[in-house]
């Protein structure tokens, strides 16, 4: 997850942050069933922050995690890929 997280900051890429929360939790769901739950616990805690005092607000938070337990549930991150985000993420 801190990889995909590191890839976000450098890309840098408009509309590109539903792509790397499903990457992030697809690695980590790769990782077996321990990667699954820190993944779900680590994404769980960030939303509630985000969606609670941040003021993202509640769709964004709800689109985070379908993008998250996509990830985590062995889904093709490629499915929330912006158009145009270079290759190298």
């Given at each position: ?42 994404s ?29 549930s ?16």
């Open positions: 997850m801190r990889g995909a997280y590191s890839n976000m900051r450098e890309a840098n890429y408009k509309n590109s942050d539903k792509y790397f929360h499903a990457r992030g939790n697809y690695d980590a769901g790769q990782r077996g069933p321990g990667g699954k739950w820190a993944a779900e616990v680590i769980d805690a960030r939303e509630g922050w985000q969606g609670g005092i941040s003021g993202r607000g509640a769709e964004d938070t709800r689109q985070d995690q379908e993008a998250n337990a996509w990830g985590r062995g889904g093709d991150p490629n499915r929330y890929r912006p158009e145009g985000l270079p290759s190298k993420y």
